[in-house]
Every structure is written in C-alpha cells, then in structure tokens.
C-alpha cells in the first residue's frame, strides 16, 4: 500500500523533531502530508469494506472504489439473520461476565500487590504476566475435550472461563499499576483514624481507583469482545457462539451471494459501537495501554 | 534472595497443579497398542456397538429436526423443508447452513459429534465420510430401513453409504463431474482430455477447481483414473501414487496452466469460483458437478445461457474413461435425542417426489430408478442420459476412515504443482509417502 | 518512591496499633491474593496440565475410544514434521516482519503525533481506528481489498497476483493487515515515551549546537529504549501466537500456516489429538521461553511494580 512507503523512511523523523520541541514555529508543510498519509494509512482500509457492504450482486466483483448502486440491503439481512442478533447477545454477556468476574477478584490481589507488604510480590507479578503471553492454543485443545465430556461445550460458561485465563491477569496487571498511583497518604490517614485494612481500602482506595477500575474493565472487555480461538473452538452453533465465529461462519444472504457482502455489512454493524466506545474513553485506553511501560 | 525463595515456591505450586491435573485427566479406552484396523471396510470391529435405527420409529413421530447442510447454493434444501413443513406431519425441519466448501462442512459436523453434541440430527454428508463417521460411531446403522427399499436405488450411491456390510446413511443425490463446453467455441465434444487441453488453449481456456480442498481431489482423480493410476493397491494396504500414469495426469494439469489454458487462478478456484468464471462467457471448458447446469441458464448475468452442453468425461490417450462418484447422503446422527422424527425426515428427503422435484428443478441427479422415468425429470435434464452413463462410468474414492488425509495428501501436493512450487513428480512421489504415512496412524 | 521510604518509616511505631484492627497485613494480602491466584491455577494451570497429558498419550484416528501411552513420540514426530517447520518458520518471518514495520511505522506516527501542530487531537483519534476494529473484522477488510476480483489492489498496481492464493504473497498480505491494526498500538506506547522526555534537553542540546539527526540519535531514542522495548516484547509475544488472521484470510494455506493454526488444523480437522496436543504445548514453550527471556532481562517495571 501507498502508506507503507511514506512512513518508512526516517529521514524525515529527524526534521520533525524540530518542530516538538518548539511548539512555536509554524508547522512545515511536509507535515501536513504525513498526517494526511497516516490518516488514509488508518481509515482507508475501513472505507474499502464499508464500499463492499454497500455492494450486492454484480457490482460486487467489479471493483469500483464506490458503490454504483449502493443499497443496504446486506445491512437488512443481517438485522434479519436471527443468528446474528443472537451472536451481539452472547458476546455481550460473555463479555461482560467476564469482564466484571476479571475486575472483582483482580482488584482485591492487585491491591495486595500494590499496597500491603508481603514477599513472593515479584514471582506473583511474574507469573501474572506470563500468563497473559500463553497462546491460546494450548488451552483450547484440551478445554475442548474436557467440556466435551462436562456437557458445558457450546454454552456461556464455557467460553467465560477461558476468556478469564486472559481477563484476570490482564486486569491484575493494569489495575496494579493505577492502585500505585493513589497517594499512600490517604489511606495512611484513614487508618489513623482507626479504620482496618479492609475498611481502607473499601472506603478510600476503591472510589479513587474507579479510573483505574474502568480502564481494565474497557480494555478487558474488548479483549473479550475480540477473542476468536475460543469462540470457533468451543462453540457450534448461534445458541453460544460469539460475533468473530458468526463472522467467520457467515455463509452469505441468499445462496448464489458471495459471502463477503453480508460479511462486510455485519462487520461494519460490529465495528461502529466499538470505534464509538474506544473514542469516547481514549485518554482511559491510552493510559491502560502504557501502564507499565514507562513508569515503575 | 528473598525473592528467588518466593519464586521457587510458586514455580513448585505449579508443578504439583499440573502433576495434580495430569493425574486427574482423561483416560479413556486402555492402552494396549496394535490394534491399527485394516483400512477398506474390513471385518466389523469398528463400528460393533453402533446404535441401530427401528424403521418403524417414524410413524407417528413428533418433534424439531434440524438438518444441516453445506451452503445450499442450489436452492434444492429449501424448497424440499419448505414443502415437508407444509404437509405439518408434527415434525418440523429446521435448516443449519455450513459454509460451501465440503472441507469446512466436515469440520463443522465431526465437532459436534466429537463434543457429543445432538445439534445437528440429520446431516447431508459427502459421500467419501462414510467410512470415517461410521468408524467412530457417530452415525445410527441405517441397514434396516434400507434394505425395504434397495431395489429403488441405484446401485453405485448405496455402495457409498456401505461399510462394514451395513449402511449407514440413505443416498440423497448422486453426482458425477461433467465436462461443460461453450458450443459457440467448441463444435464438437474433445474425445481426450489431451484435447480438451489443446482446444482450450486455442479458444479461451478452461476452468475447473485447482484450490488445496476436497474439490481438487476430485478433479486430479478424474484424469488420474482415466490414466489408468490408482491411488491404493488392491487391498487397500498401501499407497499406490507413486506411478508413471500419476505423473502424466499430473502433468498434463501442470502444463495447461503453464500454457494458460487454464488461468493461474484457478488454484484458487472452488466450485462457486470457477461457476462464475465460466459464467463471464470467456472460458470454452469448465469441469463441474451437475448442479451447475441450471445455474449457468438461470442465473441472472450469465452470460453463457443457451450456449453451452455437457459431456461425460473424455478419455486419457493411453488409458480409458473415468469419472469422480460424488453425491450426498442423508446420515442421522448417533446423538440426535428424536431418530425417529429425523428418519422421518430423511425418509421425504429421499422419496420419490422429492426426488423427482430435485431433479427437474434444481438439475441435481436423482438416486431413484424410477426418477429417470420421469416426464418432468427428462425434460429438465436434457442431461440424464448423460449423467446415467457418468454414473456408470465413475469410481469411487478410496473408501477408508483415513479418507481425510489421504485426500490432503493428494491436494496439497497437486496444489503445490500447479502453483509450480514442485515438479509433478515430487508432488506424486511426496503424496505417496503422505498417503502410507496416514495408512499407518494408529 | 518518597511515599514508600515514608510509610516504611511510619510502620514501627504505628505496627503494634494496626495489628489490633482487624487482619494482619500478611493474612489479609493471603486472603486477598488467594482467590485469584486459584481461579488462575484452574483456568490456566489446569488446562495446561490437561493438555500436557493428552499430548503424552496417542489417540487412534480409526477406532474411537483406544489409545495409548505415547511419551515423547509425539514431540518427536511434531519436531521430524517438515509441515510444523514450515509452520514454524513462517510464524518467524511473520513476527520479525510485522514487528520491524510496526516499530518503525509506529515510531513515525509517534512522532508525526508529538509534533504540535493544529488537529493533533484528530490525529491521535484516527489512530486509535485501527486498534479499535476485531481481528476478524481486519480480516475481513484485507480481504475485500485483496481478493480479486472485489478488491483493488490488482487493478492499482495492474497485476493480475493472486494475493490469498500464492506462496509469498499470502504472507505478505497478513503480515500487512497485521502491520495496519498494531502500528497505532506501537505509536501510542512510542508517544508516552516520547511525552515524558522534558524538552529541556532538546532546548539545553540546541544551544549546543546539535543538528536535528543528532538530537534525534542521541537524546529521542535512547530516552525512547524502555518504552520501545516494552512494545517489541509484548508485540514479538503477540505475534507469535498469531491465528486469527491466517485463519480468515486464508485459511492457513498458501504458506500462511503458524504454530497456532497447524496445532489447531492436526487437532480439529485431523483428529489427531496427541500430536496436536503436543504441537500447541511446543507453541507454548516456544512463548514462554520468549517471556521467561524478557522478564529475566528487561523486568524492570515489574519490577518497579513489585517495590513495597
């Protein structure tokens, strides 16, 4: 793509430099031309598919860079496929489920990590983040039989507790990071005042660290939100089966269409709460993101 | 260290949960090694134990049937649903689209049935899984219901539903490849396969399913079989690839790609990919299945409507006339809670009427002697006399519970060949060591 | 870190005071701890041992039911498969690929977004699109881009390549898409790096006459080492975990195959439990061998984190 050959070249990296440190100096004209380059390195992608759910029958193949009939009648059949409102449903709950289970019992050990004192810290994070970096096959293969065998295959539960494999150290990790941030002192003063540990840390550290709180919940979410080896591995059918798998197991609006149109629609439909919920809580992911990474 | 302490501590908290759970794991089936089964239908260990359909166990059945299919692009499944629903029998069909390539449809049912799961109760399987469905189980013995009724089929489709002397599906449709010409380009019919190859490369190309899936399989097969190849020995104990009529078929592929008779794009071509190019008018051949047939003077946007006819396979210079036996069978599933409303099911399915419906409307070819006789069904296919002899000329794919990777086998290296990432002759000789390779799996 | 040498010194006298409300500090990090740490032991550690096991017997693909004690063999068979090396090297060349073009993309846009210039805010909004979309999704989008004849790159640069279908192409094409969606992630992690650099330095280094390139090499990326080497870790993981987008986009064939995809193929598609079992517990070691490295080396913030 265009884009790849434009970003590439760090020549131009050092002549930038010169313009963030001095904020002050009007912005060069090369720089406007990176960021238009980034912005259609970032949207253009998203464009192209929004182009194809727009198409249906023999425009599809043609290859035009917009619709010449645009019609939306790959968004209407996928409102009508029962299996995907279905799809929304279970991932929401598995999601959500997940989500809530990960930050509860996450938060408790992520306070004890960031704040009372007591040895084994160092291995416990270790193991916390090495968890996090297990590939996902090595789960998937023996939960497949083993829910196979417990009757829980192609069910809710089945696909939440895998996805906390993931959740709960992923929130644990995060959430040590915010919980360091809280200034001792508070809590210092509260047990002064003759609160005990548990009181402390309902009272003062949980309403400040609800930030902290809700960007491991969002960055969690959409970790579940996203999770695709799970979803095709442990469930069959629209009962349990998640967003990604419909996706992925879409087998088209009527039968002579290819797939991709309804595919493209139903993945547009996913995408636009999704980009909606990242902008709205960017400064919260931006931060989630980073914790860890340039403090501590 | 303090530290090195702790973690010594957690690393061994880890150690006796995992020792903890191997010892609790699964153990089924003892151990005991040999025990590696004859390929081929041999003797009746594997499938002893099986469950056994009572034929009388439809009448009067009730209940959801939920049948599941590949993507049913010939419209033929629904319209036999929509009409079994009306006659309200108390049994209602519910239908669960997999997607199109029969690959995909193999992987979404043996999911199911590995997780025990009742979700799909009658299923349309290809007819080259029986003999692995029927070994681990999954399927009901169907040998009661279809002995009342063999005299009605066919006789090559119930061989496919055969294994271990029972049958274990009811056949549906049957099929055999065709080879399609564009008659505004082509007179008259090629003779050989060699021909069909030089004429394309003359007059605008041929198209046929070259991507790495069962699809290829079938294609390579059909000139390897007309070459005279075999794919295993005569009893079905090792493989027999590595020949030079293998080679040949092989090449003649492989050369007609390098020619451009047949575009580079073609190793990604499965049916739906290859109906559509053919479609465009621009190719003189396409290799398909009969359904194709309606298809090419229905669609909207064809563009070969009223210009094409069909043949049965040519011969190979050297060797003879062959042809690929595909088809579908109805099978029942071994974890279905209601076999009596889904033999009710496949027994409408596999009727008179509906086969004569699937015949005349949808060009897919019936299992059923007396479908041919059909006033409606000769008309609609102009083919049938054709498709009889395609039938008859045609042989099956290796029957054996190994099936799936000896098909990979071969597709995979044919594939890699007509991309040109190997010689023809590695490709055999490399699909020959893969096949006895999966011949011995324990 | 004032805070901590305070609380330390505030423990003495304060301790015998605490102790009497309520738990201990030891007992109550027990009780706070435990719970997740047994929730992981059954989520993570059990499975893990499950599949150990599985991959330590062999399961017949015939006969349902039989199976047998198989210790190493089918490690030995996965590391004697030239297919699990294919797999293998493929997910290599994806992870170095990706990884490079997303540090040096990433790198760009990091500093194209510390630039100060009017719609900054746009821009790092923008970014954030790509990160924001599924996997599956991305798929899907390189895959309407790239599948002739819907998409268009054929008809851009006036080939005819059948990009999903072709040895390295295919390759090409995930490693691209991958590059697309985790480039914003790099450039965010790159920018708070770059965010806590004072510009001071910049300003000090200028009077001293340093050129831009200099400043660029001398001062940006060693400041930026820590945070860049953070992103390259968590993204060489990531990467070699890889399945989704080989799986969508073509289904692992055309020289796209991973360690993920041919573990789960042998196990899903063949039936071959054992081997697949023993293919994704390689999978896992070969990770695990990656993080043991970076904590070992490159812990630091955890082990800021683990400071009382």
């Known amino acids: ?154 069910t809710w539960i089945g696909l939440i ?82 967003v990604p798998a419909a996706i992925a197991f879409f087998t088209g609006s009527t039968q002579f269409e290819r797939p991709l149109g309804t595919v493209s629609a139903a993945s547009v439909i996913i995408s636009i709460p999704l980009i909606f919920l990242v902008l709205f809580f960017q400064k919260r992911i931006v931060a989630g993101l980073t914790a860890g990474a340039v403090k501590g | 260290m303090r530290g090195r302490f702790g973690f010594g501590a957690v690393l061994a908290a880890l150690v006796c949960a995992l020792f903890l759970a191997a010892c609790g794991g699964d153990d089924d089936g003892g151990g005991g090694g040999g025990g590696a089964a004859s390929s081929g239908g041999g003797g009746q260990e594997q499938t002893k134990g099986a469950k056994v359909i009572d034929p009388n166990s439809m009448n009067g059945a009730k209940g959801n049937v939920t049948y599941c299919t590949g993507k049913d692009t010939s419209g033929a499944s629904h319209a036999w649903i929509n009409a079994y629903n009306k006659k309200k029998t108390g049994v209602t069909v519910k239908i669960f689209e997999f997607p199109a390539s029969a690959d995909a449809q193999r992987q979404q049912f043996i999911q199911r049935q590995q997780a025990k799961s009742g979700e799909c109760d009658v299923f349309s399987s290809d007819v080259i899984w029986t003999a692995e469905f029927a070994s681990q189980k999954w399927l009901y013995d169907m040998t009661p219901y279809v002995a009342k009724r063999k005299s009605e089929f066919i006789q090559a489709p119930i061989q496919t539903v055969t294994y271990e002397g029972k049958q274990w599906g009811v056949p549906e449709t049957t099929d055999a490849g065709f080879l399609y010409y564009n008659d505004e380009k082509i007179k008259s019919p090629p003779s050989t396969w060699q021909q069909v190859y030089q004429q394309a490369a003359q007059e605008g190309g041929i198209v046929y399913q070259g991507a790495a899936y069962e699809g290829l399989t079938c294609d390579f097969l059909e000139l390897l079989f007309a070459a ?32 451009g008779a047949a575009p580079r794009a073609v190793t990604t071509y499965m049916e739906p990919e290859s109906l559509a190019a053919w479609q465009t008018g621009k190719y003189a051949f396409m290799r398909n299945w009969p359904y194709a047939y309606a298809l090419s003077q229905n669609d909207k946007g064809s563009k070969v409507k009223g210009k094409f006819q069909v043949t049965p396979q040519p011969s190979f210079e050297g060797g003879g006339k062959a042809g690929i036996l595909g088809g579908h069978n109805s099978v029942i599933s071994a974890f279905t809670d209601n076999p009596g409303a889904a033999l009710a099911v496949v027994d409408y399915n596999t009727s008179l009427e509906n086969n ?36 008859a000329q045609a042989k099956a794919r290796p029957v054996s519970p190994v099936y799936p990777q000896i098909s990979q086998a071969i597709y995979n290296n044919v594939n890699d060949a007509l991309a040109g990432r190997q010689s023809p002759a590695d490709a055999m000789k490399k699909a020959n060591d893969a096949i006895d390779k999966a011949l011995a799996t324990f | 870190m004032a805070e901590a040498t305070t609380s330390v010194t505030e423990a003495g006298p304060q301790q015998t005071q605490r102790r009497s409300k309520g738990l201990s500090e030891r007992r109550l990090a027990f009780l706070m701890v435990s719970p997740s740490m047994v929730l992981i032991a059954l989520v993570a550690a059990y499975p893990i041992g499950y599949g150990i096991w599985l991959s330590l017997h062999e399961y017949s693909v015939r006969v349902a039911g039989l199976s047998r004690w198989a210790g190493l063999r089918n490690y030995t068979t996965a590391l004697g498969d030239s297919e699990w090396w294919a797999a293998f090297t493929h997910t290599m060349i994806f992870a170095a690929s990706s990884v490079t073009l997303e540090l040096l993309i990433g790198l760009g846009m990091a500093m194209a977004m510390h630039a100060a210039f009017k719609g900054q805010g746009l821009l790092r909004t923008t970014v954030l699109v790509p990160w924001a979309v599924l996997t599956v999704v991305t798929a899907v989008m390189w895959r309407t881009m790239f599948e002739s004849p819907l998409g268009f790159v054929n008809t851009l640069l006036g080939t005819d390549t059948v990009w999903l279908g072709e040895e390295p192409y295919a390759l090409i094409v995930i490693i691209l898409a991958d590059v697309w969606k985790t480039a914003p992630f790099m450039a965010l992690l790159i920018l708070a790096g770059l965010q806590v650099i004072p510009s001071e330095i910049y300003e000090a280094a200028k009077v001293d006459g340093a050129t831009a390139w200099q400043r660029f090499t001398r001062i940006t990326l060693p400041l930026l080492t820590p945070a860049i080497l953070v992103a390259l870790i968590f993204r060489t993981l ?48 070969i990770v695990m061998a990656v993080s043991f490295i970076y904590i070992r080396t490159v812990g630091g913030n955890i082990r800021g984190l683990a400071e009382d």
């Open chain 1, 1 to 154: 793509m265009a884009a790849t050959t434009a970003e590439a070249p760090q020549a131009a990296a050092p002549r930038k430099k010169k313009g963030a440190g001095t904020a002050a100096v009007k912005t060069p004209w090369w720089l406007y031309v990176v960021v238009a380059a980034i912005v259609i390195f970032c949207l253009f992608p998203f464009y192209w598919m929004i182009n194809i759910s727009l198409k249906t029958g023999a425009d599809l193949t043609n290859g035009s860079a917009y619709p010449p009939n645009p019609t939306l009648k790959n968004y209407q059949s996928v409102f009508q496929n029962g299996d995907f409102t279905r799809a929304l449903l279970n991932s929401a709950v598995v999601s959500v489920v997940t989500t809530v289970a990960a930050l509860t019992v996450g938060s408790f050990c992520a306070y004890a990590l960031a704040r009372l004192r007591f040895k084994g810290k160092f291995p416990i994070l270790a193991l916390v983040l090495s968890i996090t970096t297990f590939p996902a096959i090595a789960i998937a293969a023996p939960l497949f039989r083993l829910w196979s065998d417990i009757g829980i295959f192609n």
């Open chain 1, 161 to 242: 507790i895998p996805n906390l494999t993931f959740a709960l150290p992923l929130a644990i990790y995060i959430l040590v990071s915010f919980f360091k941030e809280i200034p001792k002192d508070l809590e210092e003063a509260a047990l002064v005042d003759g609160a005990t540990y548990f009181q402390a840390f309902r009272k003062v550290v949980v309403p400040l660290a609800a930030p902290g709180l809700a960007t491991a919940g969002i960055l969690t979410f959409i970790g579940v939100w996203n999770e695709f080896l799970f979803a095709i591995t442990l469930t069959s059918s629209p009962k349990a089966r998640t």
């Open chain 2, 228 to 259: 005279g190849g075999q794919v295993l020995n005569e009893d079905g104990s090792k493989a027999a690839l590595n020949s030079p009529q293998s080679v040949k078929a092989l090449q003649l592929m492989v050369d007609g790609i390098k020619n």
């Open chain 2, 356 to 391: 004569v419906r699937v015949g005349s409307k949808y060009s897919l070819a019936p299992v059923l002697n007396a479908a041919y006789d059909d006033a409606k069904v000769k008309k609609a296919l102009p083919f049938s006399d054709e498709l009889k002899q395609a039938v």
């Open chain 3, 238 to 285: 990531d990467a070699l975990r890889v399945f989704d987008l080989p799986f969508f986009l073509t289904n692992a064939k055309s020289g796209t195959s991973t360690l993920s995809t041919i573990a789960q193929e042998t196990f899903a598609s063949n039936r071959i439990y054992g081997l697949g079992s023993a293919m994704a517990v390689l999978t896992f070691l």
